[in-house]
């Protein structure tokens, strides 16, 4: 069992940063082209890196010995915003955009959702919480397995998957003919309820929400599960797995896209003035103390 303790450790502020107002939308750092640079830049080394090592390990036995260790939600007990400002203690080694704790980030996607949709208060939660599976990695889960782009497993590795050509070569499930084939261990149109996608972040706090019988509605829960599925998302691969309810689904995951991808910004938001609004939406959505 994971202590609680070493997740509220979270509460304090990482140290080199102080709060400053968060900028509207159309105030950005850079153009919307700059974002998901994977070809240069200052962490373009840690990025790779990264990928490098989640593309060799992230195999079909892989993910489903993670289900086994994670599924059951028996690590620890804490209330949502705990989890959220956990994340001070957190950058993620896989984003090529932002170099400051994701705990800020939480806040920016939220703020930038409750100001394009101020009277859907489900979907403004969702971006606090979206990445707060993070939590994995201070449990001393490699980041690999935690953060950055997924994508499914059991069948081929698709060219729409950053660093696909390079990153693959020692990744046993590539060779395999059982899994290298367009659907592998699937049927067209299973639906993705039914692909095991690459453990991470985003497959956890999915997990979390349903065990603990959170009342965010199904397409809050989509783009949590599938927020990181860049490959289907915004390439449009994997289409061939995909069922109706995908399909109807996905507008919802690419509406969440622009507000996860386009508020990273260096101008950072004021946690404590927003956190009594956002802990009422976690009191209304995921009261309480939830086992994680």
């Given at each position: 069992?994971?202590?609680?303790?070493?997740?509220?450790?979270?509460?304090?502020?990482?140290?080199?940063?102080?709060?400053?107002?968060?900028?509207?939308?159309?105030?950005?750092?850079?153009?919307?082209?700059?974002?998901?640079?994977?070809?240069?830049?200052?962490?373009?080394?840690?990025?790779?890196?990264?990928?490098?090592?989640?593309?060799?390990?992230?195999?079909?036995?892989?993910?489903?010995?993670?289900?086994?260790?994670?599924?059951?939600?028996?690590?620890?007990?804490?209330?949502?915003?705990?989890?959220?400002?956990?994340?001070?203690?957190?950058?993620?080694?896989?984003?090529?955009?932002?170099?400051?704790?994701?705990?800020?980030?939480?806040?920016?996607?939220?703020?930038?959702?409750?100001?394009?949709?101020?009277?859907?208060?489900?979907?403004?939660?969702?971006?606090?919480?979206?990445?707060?599976?993070?939590?994995?990695?201070?449990?001393?889960?490699?980041?690999?397995?935690?953060?950055?782009?997924?994508?499914?497993?059991?069948?081929?590795f698709e060219n729409g998957i950053?660093?696909?050509?390079?990153?693959?070569?020692?990744?046993?499930?590539?060779?395999n003919p059982a899994y290298n084939?367009?659907?592998?261990?699937?049927?067209?149109?299973?639906?993705?309820?039914?692909?095991?996608?690459?453990?991470?972040?985003?497959?956890?706090?999915?997990r979390v929400m349903k065990f603990?019988?959170?009342?965010?509605?199904?397409?809050?829960?989509?783009?949590?599960?599938?927020?990181?599925?860049?490959?289907?998302?915004?390439?449009?691969?994997?289409?061939?797995?995909?069922?109706?309810?995908?399909?109807?689904?996905?507008?919802?995951?690419?509406?969440?896209?622009?507000?996860?991808?386009?508020?990273?910004?260096?101008?950072?938001?004021?946690?404590?003035?927003?956190?009594?609004?956002?802990?009422?939406?976690?009191?209304?959505?995921?009261?309480?103390?939830?086992?994680?």
């Amino acid at each position: 069992m994971v202590k609680d303790s070493l997740f509220s450790r979270g509460k304090q502020t990482h140290p080199s940063l102080a709060y400053r107002p968060i900028l509207d939308l159309e105030q950005k750092d850079k153009d919307k082209t700059e974002y998901r640079n994977f070809e240069s830049g200052s962490l373009i080394d840690r990025v790779y890196n990264t990928y490098k090592l989640m593309h060799t390990n992230q195999t079909l036995d892989f993910v489903k010995q993670k289900h086994s260790e994670w599924s059951g939600c028996g690590h620890a007990q804490m209330e949502v915003m705990e989890a959220v400002i956990s994340l001070d203690q957190l950058v993620d080694e896989s984003d090529p955009d932002v170099d400051f704790p994701n705990s800020y980030h939480a806040f920016q996607t939220a703020e930038g959702i409750r100001r394009e949709h101020p009277h859907k208060d489900w979907f403004q939660l969702v971006g606090l919480i979206h990445d707060i599976g993070k939590i994995m990695a201070l449990s001393g889960e490699p980041q690999w397995a935690v953060v950055g782009d997924t994508f499914p497993v059991g069948c081929r590795f698709e060219n729409g998957i950053v660093f696909r050509d390079s990153t693959f070569v020692d990744n046993p499930d590539d060779k395999n003919p059982a899994y290298n084939s367009e659907c592998g261990i699937y049927k067209p149109n299973c639906g993705l309820d039914n692909v095991l996608m690459s453990w991470g972040h985003d497959e956890y706090l999915y997990r979390v929400m349903k065990f603990n019988k959170c009342t965010i509605p199904e397409e809050g829960l989509y783009m949590i599960r599938f927020h990181s599925f860049y490959p289907w998302h915004s390439h449009g691969d994997y289409m061939h797995l995909c069922d109706d309810k995908d399909m109807s689904m996905i507008p919802w995951v690419r509406e969440f896209n622009k507000f996860d991808l386009y508020t990273k910004t260096t101008e950072l938001p004021d946690i404590k003035k927003l956190k009594p609004y956002y802990q009422s939406l976690i009191d209304k959505y995921c009261p309480g103390v939830l086992k994680w």
